[in-house]
């Protein structure tokens, strides 16, 4: 098969929390193994199951701002009353070498995030099929404090009220039909012909054939 080489993709993902990113995320990445993660520094406290380096890079607020003011982090947010943000190097080095990365953030870090890579980023903003299954959902997840539930379900609508400013929309209501449709904005994101700057070497190679 011929592979033309080409630059990474930044595939952003973000919703209301509860709508499902994460797992939509998680599914992405399950059926393609070259899809690399981007783990964001977080300076809240891991949820049962959550694995450092894996989840989130967990720091305290102190380094978190230590972070940031060096530079080390391409875009950070405080949300929630927390700081949460993502690391310069691995982005920079994944698009060097073709390979795509997925990021699980909010519409701030979406903004500033096009704002850094404007060339790279491809967004999808995914919507929960009513106000009453996303507060299904965030209960469901049971990690969650009862008062922090309240409080995400309150920034829901305010992080929803940015749904225009991203590339696609996905409601979430099957999860294989959404990840299904997150697969063909990753494929259709690869195939585009800016991104993929081997294709020069292609016709030369096509040229080569041109009977005399
Ligand atoms: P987010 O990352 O957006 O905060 P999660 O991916 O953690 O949300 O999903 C929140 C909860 O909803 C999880 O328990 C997850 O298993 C469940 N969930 C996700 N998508 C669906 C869906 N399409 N149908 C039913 N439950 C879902
Ligand atoms: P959670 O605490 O549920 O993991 O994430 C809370 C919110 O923070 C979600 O909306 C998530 O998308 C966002 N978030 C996670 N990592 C980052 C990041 O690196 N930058 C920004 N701007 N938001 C993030």
Known sequence: MTTVARRGVCLVISAPSG?????????????DS???????????????????GVHYHFRTMEQFR??????????????????YGTPRAPVEAA???????????????HRLLRDALPDDVVSLFVLPPSMKELDRRLRSRASD?????????GAALAEISHWSEFDHVIINAELDRAVREAQAILVAARLKTKRQHGLAALMTEYEAHRPT
């Not at 709508?19 to 059926?31: C, D, E, M, V």
């Not at 070259?34 to 450092?52: D, I, N, Q, Y």
């Not at 230590?66 to 700081?83: I, Q, Y």
């Not at 698009?95 to 870090?109: E, H, K, N, S, T």
């Open 34 to 52: 070259s899809l690399v993660h981007s783990v964001s520094v977080t300076t809240r406290a891991p949820r049962p199951g959550e694995k450092e």
């Open 19 to 31: 709508a499902g990113k994460s797992t939509i995320a998680n599914a992405l990445r399950a059926g």
């Open 145 to 153: 404090a009862e008062s922090e539930i309240d409080k995400r379900m």
């Open 95 to 109: 698009l060097a070498a073709g390979r795509d990365m997925v990021f699980d953030i909010d519409w701030q870090g």
């Open 66 to 83: 230590d972070m940031a003011a060096a530079g080390e982090l391409l875009e950070w947010a405080e949300v929630f009353g927390r700081g």
